[in-house]
C-alpha cells in the first residue's frame, strides 16, 4: 500500500495530490477526501489567524499508527495524509486525508475514521489570533465522542 | 537522564520547551513523574495540577499515568491535542 504522511508550511494542491495517489493503478475505484478549512470564527469570536504547532516525529508516527489501523479494518490501496504547520488565515488549507480503494465504502470509511483519530491522537496545537489577542484552542468532547464511535462499529 | 519535552499552552505556562532531568529511583511510570514535576511549585503545580487534563506520550507513543518510564527515554506532556 502506498502511504505517504506529510507536514509542511506550504499549502497543497489537492487535485495534484489525489491525481498522485491514483496514477497508474487500474485497481483503485474510488478515492475519498476530506479537507479541512479554517474558519473566520470559532467559539463565538472573530479569528483572524492562527498558528499551528506539533510534536516532530511523535506527528508522523502517529498518522502512519492511524493509517495503518485503517488499513486492518478496510480494504485501502493507498492513502495520502497532509497537514500544514505554522501561521494560518481564514480560508486556508489546513489538513488534507484522501484514501484511494477499490469500492467507495471503504474510501469513505477509512477516510472519516483516519480524520476521526487524527483529531484525537495526533499532536497538533492550534493558537488563534482574535481581537482580544491571542488563545490556544480547546479540545472539543464532540471529537472524542466521534473517535470512540468507531470503537463500537469494530 | 531522561528527556521532558512540553508543548503549546503547557510549555507557555511553565517557561519551558524541554530538559533533561535524573529521575529519582520512587519515579517510575508518568503519573509520578508528573506528580514530581508538580513538586517544584509555583508554575508546575498549577499547571500539572491533578485537576489539569495533561497528555503524556512516552518515546513518542501516548502514554497513561502507569506507563513506565526510565532512563533514556524521552517523556512529553502537553494538553489535549486540537489539530485537524
Known amino acids: 500500500m502506498s502511504v505517504q504522511v506529510r507536514i509542511q508550511r506550504d499549502d497543497f494542491d489537492t487535485g495534484r495530490e489525489i491525481a498522485e495517489l491514483h496514477r497508474d493503478n487500474p485497481k483503485v475505484g474510488a478515492v475519498a ?3 479541512g478549512l479554517m474558519r473566520d470564527v470559532n467559539d463565538g469570536a472573530d479569528v483572524s489567524g492562527m498558528t499551528l504547532e506539533h510534536y ?6 502517529s498518522i502512519h499508527d492511524i493509517v ?3 488499513q486492518g479494518r478496510w480494504n ?3 492513502a495520502r495524509v497532509i497537514h500544514r504547520i505554522g501561521r494560518l488565515e481564514p480560508t486556508d488549507q489546513i489538513v488534507l486525508v484522501a484514501v484511494a480503494s477499490s469500492h467507495r465504502s471503504d474510501a469513505f470509511a477509512a477516510c472519516q475514521f483516519i480524520m476521526d483519530y487524527l483529531k484525537t ?7 488563534e489570533t482574535t481581537a482580544h489577542g491571542e488563545r490556544w484552542v480547546d479540545a472539543r468532547v464532540t471529537d472524542d465522542v ?3 464511535r468507531w470503537r463500537l462499529k469494530g | 537522564m531522561i528527556k521532558l519535552v512540553y508543548f503549546a499552552r503547557l510549555r507557555e505556562a511553565l517557561g519551558c520547551a524541554a530538559e533533561d532531568v535524573a529521575l529519582p529511583p520512587d519515579v517510575t511510570d508518568v503519573g509520578a513523574l508528573r506528580a514530581w514535576l508538580g513538586q517544584r511549585g509555583g508554575a508546575w503545580a498549577e ?3 491533578s485537576d489539569v487534563t495533561v497528555r503524556a506520550a512516552v518515546n513518542q507513543e501516548m502514554a497513561a499515568n502507569d506507563t513506565r518510564v526510565a532512563t533514556g527515554d524521552e517523556v512529553a506532556f502537553f494538553p489535549p491535542v486540537t489539530g485537524g
Open chain 2, 47 to 49: 499547571a500539572l495540577a
Open chain 1, 121 to 127: 491522537r495526533a499532536p497538533f496545537w492550534k493558537k
Open chain 1, 68 to 70: 495503518a489501523q485503517a
Open chain 1, 146 to 148: 466521534a473517535a470512540a
Open chain 1, 56 to 61: 516532530p516525529g511523535m506527528t508522523e508516527k
Open chain 1, 33 to 35: 477526501s476530506f479537507i
Open chain 1, 76 to 78: 485501502i490501496i493507498g
